[in-house]
């Protein structure tokens, strides 16, 4: 009895450690991949493609194109820039889809099946079973600074100082000059730039967290870059609060407006 006992929590402790640690994860049993594999063939090839390749038969009906799996390149991470994504950001992103694109949420799956076809996705990219990917440098949100005016009319300042209006507009529309010419994204797909004034436009970043976590880890194979080399942490949060204020249209100087939305 004790060494059941034991073995349930030793198994449980290599979930969890496997599940939240920056090391390479343990690699999943085959009947774990088994299972992934048909929650992956049944609900996500029709637009993924069965090998991963992105190609699934509704790819062809829409402009955001499925990732391709097999290049191992995910924008949405809480990594550095270039680094794989975390098996609890694959499984965020399963779970809560993206905005304004053809990928849903995933709740309607059991916790266990999306952990179960994040396993099975992984095993496109040879990126996740090297060595050298290991571990993962993991960016860690702190020391937030709160949202006020003052902090509002800071990240503006850096917003226009860093150029990120060269893209999104001086306004943050998506009007910028290098908009015009079109972007292409690491896959060879026409990508748009969003209109940051506008929250349906937005994909994942809507609480201030997000937007700092944008920003600080770049969207790989997208041409929006990391920042976290050339601004402080303190900008930083500065910044995401400005683009917070533009997302949610807080009138942006006026502090009444800033202090009401605190207080839902
Ligand atoms: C109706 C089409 C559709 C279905 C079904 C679908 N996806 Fe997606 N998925 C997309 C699109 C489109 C994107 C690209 C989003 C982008 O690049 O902004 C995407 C992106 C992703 C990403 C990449 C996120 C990143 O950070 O780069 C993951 C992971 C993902 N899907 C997993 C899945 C899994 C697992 C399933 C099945 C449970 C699934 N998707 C089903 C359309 C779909
Ligand atoms: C070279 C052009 C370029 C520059 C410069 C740029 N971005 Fe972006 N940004 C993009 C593109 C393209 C996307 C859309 C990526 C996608 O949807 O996959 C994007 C997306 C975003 C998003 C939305 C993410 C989401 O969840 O949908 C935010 C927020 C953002 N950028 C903030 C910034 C900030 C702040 C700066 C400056 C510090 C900046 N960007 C500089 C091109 C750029």
Request: glycine fraction near 8%.
């Amino acid at each position: 009895m004790k060494i059941k006992l034991f073995s349930v929590l030793f198994i449980l402790g290599v979930f969890i450690y496997g599940f939240t640690g920056n090391d390479q994860p343990n690699r999943p049993s085959k009947d774990v991949i088994e299972q992934g594999k048909k929650v992956f063939n049944y609900v996500c090839a029709p637009c993924h493609g069965k090998d991963g390749k992105g190609d699934g038969v509704v790819s062809s009906t829409i402009f955001v194109k499925p990732r391709n799996f097999t290049t191992g390149v995910y924008k949405f991470r809480s990594t550095e820039s270039g680094n794989l994504p975390t098996d609890s950001d694959l499984y965020e992103s399963i779970s809560l889809g993206f905005h304004n694109t053809a990928m849903p949420s995933f709740t309607n799956l059991s916790p266990e099946d999306r952990f179960a076809v994040m396993e099975y996705i992984k095993t496109f990219s040879e990126r996740f079973s090297n060595p050298n990917e290991y571990p993962l440098k993991i960016i860690e949100p702190a020391n937030q600074i709160p949202l006020s005016p003052e902090s509002v009319a800071k990240g503006r300042e850096i917003y226009l100082r860093m150029k990120c209006w060269e893209c999104h507009g001086v306004s943050g529309k998506g009007d910028g000059p290098a908009a015009k010419y079109g972007f292409k994204d690491d896959w060879g797909n026409k990508i748009l730039i969003p209109d940051l004034t506008n929250p349906n436009e937005v994909k994942r970043a809507t609480t201030v967290e997000e937007i700092y976590l944008v920003f600080t880890t770049g969207l790989n194979g997208s041409p929006m870059p990391s920042y976290k080399e050339v601004l402080t942490d303190e900008e930083r949060w500065h910044l995401a609060n400005y683009i917070y204020a533009l997302i949610h249209g807080i009138a942006l100087y006026d502090g009444k407006t800033i202090e009401q939305l605190k207080t839902p």
